[in-house]
């Protein structure tokens, strides 16, 4: 009898990520160098039959797809459209999962997802991470038809770990919750399971680069342990926004409520708890990208849909705060710019995390166009030098690593003990400029919208406002202003 009104329902999420994915899939690559490097990697597979990985340890699976369908043909925005579709999969699995026992707390689990900014912008460019939250989501749906882990699982998490190496902390989680309430023979063969999929997985890495290379990623330089904390926390508190910092206080008071020890919690508040833990400690690592944090935000709005009461007050506070939280946010702290790493308590309101993303891709595209790029290299330097987007941070860079262009707020990546291999790459000559070279994360890391970018500048036929600093070895030798 309420068949109809559900698909109804039902239909109109899904109609909502298909609007959305109409707008951000003609947006082209990702609103960083990301994307560039992954179908850099995928191209290169496809021309030489060769395997190089696209940055860090590689993403072998999703690269291996890329380069699929560059060998197919595929166009940029098919590509993005299938990034779409594995959104709409991981939809339907926490429709059919949160919906189980109460058809409502189904769509409540879409609206949490489809209101979640994270979750929306992955869902419509090429990258890695909408494959690996639709693997994750796989493979905890299968742990729910079967709670014994056998090959089934294997076969998804060795796929899972395959796209992204770091989400072997949720493989790793899945074996940990899954010894809960068992024998010790059951718990030992948790604990065997996990070690055979982490050396298959292993093994995939070794085979695809040719030994252990891929372990050594070379990333940013550590802060001191009380500031990687506090951003570590900053940044978390932006990657959960307003819904998920609601679902982790509900999540809170149902586990007190249980008044249970670890071992005897549900399996999902078993696997929220092991993955949260193991995920912080990797967010240690590097606070900036919030998109690490994903996987187990996702399973955390999951698992509060599940337990939610029909509560119609409780449930409209949700849906309002998930659609003020996607196209209107609140930064705290603002970059200042100069040469050392300071960032300022200042409140300000500006867009939304989905049209910013949304307007950084614009840039990005107009930066990757030739002619564009010709503009802005000539209104940089008078010789017009050809420049390069940098991946490790938002500056333009030459061929020889002599001239640079950054934003003043971001002119600190030269000087940061967070950037070691910049201190040493010999650039020169830096051009500073006060409106954005390259757009920087905003709000990933709390900063207000940039509401100027350089090709706005060049577009409107006006001269940049930017200043020359000339280095001597690691000090700064003078600065000349023009």
């Known amino acids: 009898m309420h068949a109809y009104p559900d698909r109804l329902v039902t239909g109109t999420f899904f109609l909502l990520l298909m609007v959305y994915g109409l707008i951000a899939v003609p947006a082209g690559l990702s609103a960083d160098s990301d994307s560039a490097l992954l179908m850099r990697a995928a191209e290169h597979w496809v021309s030489t039959g060769e395997y190089v990985r696209s940055r860090t340890s590689g993403f072998p699976l999703y690269e291996a797809l890329l380069a699929a369908c560059k060998l197919m043909g595929a166009s940029l925005l098919l590509i993005n459209g299938l990034s779409l579709c ?58 729910f038809s079967c709670s014994q882990l056998g090959w089934s699982h294997a076969g998804l998490a060795v796929l899972l770990v395959l796209t992204r190496l770091d989400a072997a902390l949720l493989v790793m989680a899945l074996a940990l919750a899954s010894t809960g309430n068992r024998s010790v023979v059951e718990r030992y063969q948790s604990l065997l399971w996990l070690f055979k999929v982490g050396c298959i997985a292993l093994l995939g890495y070794v085979i695809m680069n040719q030994g252990f290379d891929f372990l050594n990623t070379k990333t940013m330089g550590f802060d001191a342990w009380w500031r ?215 709000w990933r890391i709390w900063q207000p919208s940039i509401q100027r970018y350089l090709v706005d500048v060049i577009a409107a036929q006006q001269v940049p406002k930017c200043r020359t600093l000339l280095l001597s070895g690691h000090q700064v030798g003078r600065k000349a202003f023009n």
Request: hydrophobic residues 50%; contains cysteine; glycine residues 4%.
């Open 86 to 143: 594995m959104a709409a999969g991981v939809a339907l699995i926490a429709y059919r999962l949160a919906g189980r026992d109460h058809i409502w707390r189904g769509h409540l689990a879409l609206a949490l997802l489809l209101t979640y900014p994270l979750f929306m912008i992955a869902s419509a460019e090429p990258m890695e991470t909408m494959l690996s939250v639709l693997l994750a989501f796989a493979l905890v749906a299968r742990t």
């Open 228 to 442: 990687r904390l506090a951003r570590a926390l900053a940044s978390s508190v932006n990657a959960l926004q307003l819904t998920g910092l609601m679902a982790l206080v509900l999540w809170f008071l149902h586990i007190r409520r249980l008044r249970a020890n670890a071992q005897s919690l549900p399996f999902l508040d078993r696997l929220l708890l092991w993955s949260m833990g193991l995920y912080g400690l990797r967010f240690l690592a590097l606070p900036d990208e919030i998109f690490y944090l994903i996987i187990p935000i996702l399973l955390l709005l999951l698992r509060v849909s599940m337990l939610m009461r029909p509560s119609a007050p409780l449930i409209a506070v949700f849906l309002l705060t998930g659609c003020l939280q996607s196209f209107a946010t609140l930064s705290l702290f603002e970059r200042l710019p100069g040469t050392e790493d300071r960032i300022a308590f200042r409140s300000a309101a500006s867009a939304g995390p989905l049209l910013q993303e949304l307007r950084a891709r614009k840039v990005f595209t107009q930066l990757r166009e030739d002619s564009k790029r010709r503009q802005i290299e000539c209104a940089l330097f008078p010789d017009c030098p050809a420049l390069s987007i940098s991946h490790s941070a938002p500056y333009l860079y030459s061929a020889d690593r002599q001239r640079a262009a950054v934003s003043a707020r971001y002119l600190y990546v030269f000087f940061s003990g967070r950037y070691p291999r910049l201190i040493d790459q010999g650039f020169r000559e830096i051009r500073v400029c006060d409106e954005e070279v390259v757009p920087g994360p905003a």
